[in-house]
């Protein structure tokens, strides 16, 4: 199984500051098609969790700009330009090569 | 708006069944990869297994040998049996659509807790 990695496990950031989260896979997540099937998710307190990014990059529908995502290969992060009170949450990354895989998860805390 | 409806017998004793039903309101059934996916409480995220566009089902290796997958698209619906439960599966499970343009969980359930004491 590919092992997902996230550093930090926790982020504590005053508002209006940006966000930084890393995720690493154990291998390439380049498929023989040339996809890289990376993904970023958001669970708030007490919900399920939420795509925010795909494809390493591309952002689903109604995501604030303010949330980007960057990477190749193994290496991944997730920004957040900004950071909003409503931004308070886990954040995920997940591989989409069979059996599908986490990150542990990193927990966003406003300061 | 996809929206997906699941629910489930609960709570259970160790040796028993799980038994969970997601239903697919508002969008298609056929074309998607439709999963069950876990999370034990204060942890993370563990995918369980799917059925893809073409009626295959996939397993995590790790509960394969417990776990059985089915789908009904007459009805839009999806199921997970996990047998032979112990206090390790009690988790809150997500059913979720698997959509293979963006290889993402573009949408779950609201989640079900399930919880396994004697």
């Known amino acids: 199984d590919i092992v997902m990695t996230q550093t930090p496990l926790s982020s504590p950031v005053t508002p209006g500051q940006p966000a930084s989260i890393s995720c690493r896979s154990s291998?390439?997540?380049?498929?023989?098609?040339?996809?890289?099937?990376l993904s970023w998710l958001q669970q708030r307190p007490g919900q399920p969790p939420r795509l925010l990014i795909s494809?390493?990059?591309d952002r689903f529908s109604g995501v604030p700009d303010r949330f980007s995502g960057s990477g190749a290969g193994t290496d991944f992060t997730l920004k957040i330009s900004r950071v909003e009170a409503e931004d308070v949450g886990v954040y995920y990354c997940?591989?989409?090569?069979?059996?599908?895989?986490f990150g542990q998860g990193t927990k966003l805390e406003i300061k | 708006q996809v929206q997906l409806q699941q629910w489930g017998a609960g709570p259970l004793k160790p040796s028993e069944t799980l038994s969970l039903t997601c239903a697919v309101y508002?969008?298609?059934?056929?074309?998607?990869?439709w999963s069950w996916i876990r999370q034990p409480p204060g942890k993370g995220l563990e995918w369980i297994g799917e059925?893809?566009?073409?009626?295959?089902?996939n397993y995590n290796p790790s509960l394969k040998s417990r776990v059985t997958i089915s789908g009904d698209t007459s009805k839009n619906q999806f199921s997970l049996d996990m047998m032979s439960v112990t206090a390790a599966d009690t988790a809150v499970y997500y059913c979720?659509?698997?959509?293979?343009?963006?290889?993402?969980?573009?949408?779950w359930g609201q989640g079900t807790l399930v919880t396994v004491s004697s």
């Open positions: 979720a659509r698997g959509n293979g343009w963006f290889g993402a969980f573009d949408y």
């Open positions: 508002g969008g298609s059934f056929s074309g998607y990869y």
């Open positions: 059925i893809t566009p073409s009626g295959n089902i």
């Open positions: 291998q390439s997540l380049v498929d023989s098609g040339g996809n890289t099937y």
């Open positions: 494809k390493i990059s």
């Open positions: 997940m591989q989409a090569q069979l059996p599908y895989t």
